[in-house]
C-alpha cells in the first residue's frame, strides 16, 4: 500500500544504523533512508491487499520511513485504534513490540518474579505493563535518579541499579528483561534463580558463562499486528504511557537524531 506518513519517530536503531553501527545485521542501501515506525492514511492500495481501504489510518514496523510518502507491504501495518491520536500512534510500533516481545521471551509466568532494568524507558514501560497484564510480580530497575519516575509505572517494586547495596539485597529473580545492558546486565545475571530467563535487547552480558544454569534469550523485535492493537489499546486508554518529549517537522531529522542521541527523556517524533 501507498501510505501518506503523518509522522515517524527516532529509534536508537535509526542512529545506530545511520553511523554504521548496524552494518553487519541491519545495513544501510545506498540512496537510502532511515526509520521503521509508521502512521499515516492510505492512499492507494495494492491489488492483492485485503483488510485495508483507502482513507484508513494505519501504523506499524516499515522501512525508509523518515519520509512523505511511503510504500508499505500490508502485512506489516495495522490500522490505528479508534480514539488513539494518529501522529502519537507513530510513536508506538517499535517500543511497544519490543517491550512486548522482550517480557514474553522471559517466559514469566504468574505470580512469578521479574526484574525490568531501564523500566522508565519506552521499551522498558511496554514490559512492566506487559508483565504486569499477566500477573507477575514487577521490580522496576533504574537508576537513583529515575527513582521518583518509575513509582508512576505501576510496578510491585522499584530497585536503582546504580546502588550495590540495594543490589546485594535483591532477591533472587525468576526472570530478567533487559534494555540497559553493561554493567548492570553483569550485575543483574547473578541475581537471576537457575532455571530462570535472562532476555535482552542488547549484548549479551559478558559474565553469562558463568551461570550456565541461566538460559541467555537476545531479543530482537518483529512485527505482530495483534501485540501491536493489544499495546496500543492500552496506551489509548491511559493503561500505558509512552512519554513524547518532541514533535520536529520531518526536515529536522538530522536535529532529532543528535537531540536522541544525547538521551531524550520521551519519543521524539518527526511530523510529515
Known amino acids: 500500500m501507498l501510505v501518506r506518513v503523518a509522522a515517524t519517530s527516532v529509534n536508537p536503531i535509526d542512529y545506530k544504523r545511520r553511523s554504521g553501527l548496524t552494518k553487519n545485521f541491519y545495513p544501510m542501501k545506498f540512496p537510502g533512508l532511515i526509520g521503521v515506525d509508521i502512521a499515516g492514511t492510505v492512499v492507494r492500495v495494492g491489488a492483492e491487499v485485503q483488510g485495508f481501504a483507502v482513507g484508513d489510518e494505519v501504523f506499524g514496523i516499515a522501512d525508509n520511513t523518515y519520509a512523505e510518502l511511503c510504500a508499505v507491504r500490508a502485512s506489516v501495518l495495522a490500522k490505528v485504534p479508534k480514539g488513539l491520536d494518529l501522529v502519537q500512534a507513530a510513536a ?126 537476545h531479543v530482537f523485535s518483529k512485527f505482530d499486528r495483534e501485540t501491536l492493537e493489544f499495546m496500543a489499546g492500552a496506551v489509548r486508554d491511559g493503561k500505558l504511557v509512552i512519554p513524547i518529549s518532541q514533535r520536529l517537522p520531518l526536515r529536522e531529522a538530522a536535529k532529532a537524531q543528535a537531540e536522541a542521541e544525547k538521551g531524550a527523556n520521551g519519543k521524539i517524533l518527526l511530523v510529515a
Open 92 to 217: 508506538l510500533p517499535l517500543v511497544t513490540t519490543t517491550g512486548n516481545q522482550l517480557l514474553s521471551a522471559t517466559e514469566i509466568k504468574e505470580a512469578q518474579t521479574v526484574l525490568v532494568a531501564g523500566a522508565v524507558g519506552s521499551v522498558g514501560r511496554s514490559a512492566v505493563f506487559t508483565a504486569k497484564s499477566r500477573g507477575a510480580t514487577v521490580i522496576a530497575g533504574v537508576l537513583r535518579r529515575q527513582m521518583d519516575a518509575a513509582r508512576a509505572l505501576g510496578a510491585d517494586q522499584v530497585i536503582a541499579t546504580d546502588d550495590d547495596p540495594a543490589m546485594e539485597k535483591l532477591v533472587s529473580l525468576d526472570a530478567v528483561a533487559d534494555t540497559v545492558g553493561g554493567r548492570t546486565g553483569e550485575k543483574l545475571t547473578s541475581k537471576v534463580k537457575p532455571g530462570g530467563v535472562y532476555a535482552s535487547v542488547v549484548e549479551v552480558p559478558q559474565n553469562a558463562s558463568k551461570y550456565p544454569s541461566v538460559r541467555v534469550v
